[in-house]
Nanobody, 125 residues
């Protein structure tokens, strides 16, 4: 059974940095990638960044230049480095694994196969 465990959330001042980590237990499909969604004020989840099964990385435009996604060689842990954090970056961040990615979906089970429980990012101005 696949489980995703996030860590690294916390409270930071605007302009600061955080690194989120997500470790997978169990075996993902070879073509499965890992990535991060975050909860919107409308209680949907929007894709922030992802890495594909073959290692290609994608970052959404609204965080491009500030957020970076990386993955370890064993493909068991993915990291999201978040720099120059803004108040609108605050919220619940979910680690997700699947081979097909949606720009927006219901959180924790919408259209994506595996979800972590989420880690909270708080930003003070």
């Amino acid at each position: 059974q696949v489980q995703l465990m996030e860590s690294g959330g916390g409270s930071v001042q605007a302009g600061g940095s955080l690194t989120l980590s997500c470790t997978v237990s169990g075996t993902l499909d070879d073509d499965s990638g890992m990535g991060w969604y975050r909860q919107t004020p409308e209680n949907l989840c929007e894709l922030v960044s992802r890495v594909t099964g073959d290692g290609r990385t994608f970052v959404e435009d609204f965080v491009k230049g500030r957020f970076t996604i990386t993955r370890d060689n064993a493909k068991t842990t993915v990291y999201l480095r978040m720099n120059n954090l803004k108040p609108e970056d605050a919220g619940l961040y979910y680690c997700v694994a699947d081979s097909v990615w949606l720009g927006r979906t219901a959180c924790t089970g919408g259209g994506m196969k595996y979800w972590g429980k989420g880690t909270l990012v708080s930003i003070s101005s």
